[in-house]
């Protein structure tokens, strides 16, 4: 018979299961999260951003070309020209014109300013006097030089309560070349705000503007990322810091960076009509889910593993003491077998020292029982251990230890018990083992026993107490049997 697994082993078993189990669930959860986050970070970082990126610049480009349009024609005008070359004489003229402009195109403004007289015309009159150290002026003297046309301009209009607005300044020259003032049209970024609004709101996901400098120019209508608003400087705002420490000035392209713990997505467009960046920047919602699922996964993860190696403990343990029952105890007669009686003696022996109480042995042997074999069979045989056995179980005490010694032979240790009373067990169990009858097929059997007996001495060693008692069952099978021999 194989011997039980130790309890080295069993914890070997469930380490590798737990190896094994946690090996194979922290894979396949860290497989699916980082196949998740890198589907849904590439699709941040090329489809969605740039798409957002995309489409509100196709707005502002519509929003733009217009007004270059219309300011370009005004300023080939023949009417507007021919006014200036005059003079400037009825600004009612001017005025009028400028309100068919704006009124006809729907712009926010139409304005022109007369580089001879400095006057500031607007749809409703003359607005004021441009001076060249007046920095809202600063645009006019900037396009007096400029080589180029015209240009745009993101500025407050005075005007209109200073909304923001897009100015489209176009240089007017006369007949033969000479600049003679900037004319143009203005119109509010509202629909670009509005269009920033609606992708934050609606996609999550922060839409601004940033000059070269790293200043936010604009903004939706709640403000810029972590609220901020038009003028901030990325440098104040986490995160974007630390890039900026990588990037000096923005520049165009995908980026990813850190914001108190949450990733973000960014995607960077120069816009160089306006000389400015567009920022699309999206943080990791989605990805903070599918975090949250990894968590989960590896919770269950955890659970089905403590589960599975619980039961396989269980498991084993109960196969351990399956085996070990299996191991100490004889099948016949379902009693203790050697090994069963070795541990329980050793235990005996230890209580009685410990204790300083009696303990007696006794070796009990069925007499001539090879006859009953012989004349009955051995399935009779066995059916008379069996029940011998269970007889003597049941007149022992609990706290007795009964083990079949082998075959035929029985050994008693009569816990808290002196020679004299031993012995006179011995002699009622002697006794009624003699007046048992057992009906076993159509027949009434009846054996006897010889019994040896012999007290242990404080100190003596369970095989020197064995060999006593078993000299003394030898004394009593030699004198005669069906008696109980003492050994002094
Ligand atoms: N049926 C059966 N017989 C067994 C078992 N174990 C041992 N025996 C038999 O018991 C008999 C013992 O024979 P012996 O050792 O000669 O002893 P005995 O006939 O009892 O004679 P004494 O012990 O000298 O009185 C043998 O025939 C064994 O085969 C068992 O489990 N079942």
């Known amino acids: 018979m194989s011997l039980p697994p130790t309890r080295h082993t069993q914890a070997s078993l469930v380490l590798l299961l737990l190896f094994l189990l946690g090996s194979g669930f922290l894979t396949t959860s860290l497989l699916s999260y980082y196949a998740s986050r890198d589907s849904i970070r590439d699709s941040i970082i090329n489809t969605e951003l740039p798409l957002t990126s995309d489409t509100v610049y196709s707005e502002i480009q519509k929003d733009l070309v217009r007004p270059i349009l219309i300011s370009s024609m005004m300023a080939r005008d023949t009417f507007l020209r021919d006014w200036v070359l005059a003079g400037e004489q009825d600004t009612a003229q001017m005025t009028r014109y400028l309100r068919e402009v704006q009124e006809h195109y729907g712009a926010f403004t139409s304005f022109f300013v007369s580089d001879r007289s400095s006057t500031y015309y607007q749809s ?14 600063v645009w006019y003297y900037r396009v007096r ?19 923001l607005t897009i100015f489209i300044n176009y240089k007017v020259v006369d007949y033969d070349g000479n600049f003679i003032g900037a004319t143009g049209v203005g119109l509010a970024v509202d629909a670009v705000v509005k269009l920033i609004d609606d992708y934050q709101q609606r996609y999550e996901r922060s839409v601004y503007f940033v000059d070269t400098t790293g200043r936010i120019t604009l903004t939706g209508a709640q403000g810029g990322p ?22 000096p000035s923005p520049q165009s392209g995908r980026f990813e960076y850190q914001e108190h713990g949450r990733e973000h997505f960014l995607n960077v467009r120069y816009i160089p009509e306006l000389e400015w960046y567009l920022f699309v920047d999206k943080h990791d919602k989605a ?17 089905v593993t403590a589960i599975v190696l619980t039961l396989v403990s269980l498991a084993i343990r109960r196969y351990q003491q399956r085996i070990a029952a299996l191991a100490t105890t004889d099948v016949l007669t379902e009693l203790p077998n050697r090994r069963g009686f070795d541990i329980l003696a050793e235990q005996a022996l230890q209580e009685a020292l410990r204790e300083q109480s009696p303990l ?7 007499d001539n029982f090879k006859l009953i074999n012989d004349e009955h069979g ?20 609990q706290s007795d230890i009964l083990c079949r010694w082998g075959g035929e032979e029985f050994i008693l240790l009569l816990k808290n018990t002196d020679r004299q009373a031993a012995h006179d067990l ?12 057992y009906a076993i097929a159509d027949q009434t059997l009846q054996v006897t026993a010889s019994l040896g007996l012999s007290q242990w001495q404080p100190g003596e060693s369970l095989h020197s107490l064995l060999g006593r008692t078993d000299r003394a069952l030898y004394r009593a099978k030699q004198s005669g049997r069906d008696r109980v021999c003492v050994e002094q």
């Open 124 to 137: 409703k009159g003359v607005l004021k006097r441009v001076k060249p150290d007046e920095p809202r002026d």
């Open 426 to 437: 011995a002699e009622k169990l002697r006794q009624q083992c003699a007046q048992q009858r």
């Open 287 to 303: 990805l903070a889910g599918i975090r949250q699922g990894l968590y989960i996964n590896l919770l269950l993860c955890l659970l």
């Open 145 to 163: 030089m400029q080589p180029e046309p015209y240009e745009i301009n993101v500025d407050v209009d005075m005007a209109n309560a200073d909304r």
């Open 360 to 366: 007696c042995a006794v070796l009990l042997d069925l």
């Open 378 to 397: 051995h399935l009779a045989g066995d059916e008379v251990l069996q029940r011998f056995a269970r007889q003597l179980r049941d007149k022992l005490r």
């Open 226 to 247: 972590q609220g901020t608003k038009v003028g901030d400087s990325l440098a104040d705002i986490p995160g974007l810091s630390d890039m900026l420490e990588k990037l």
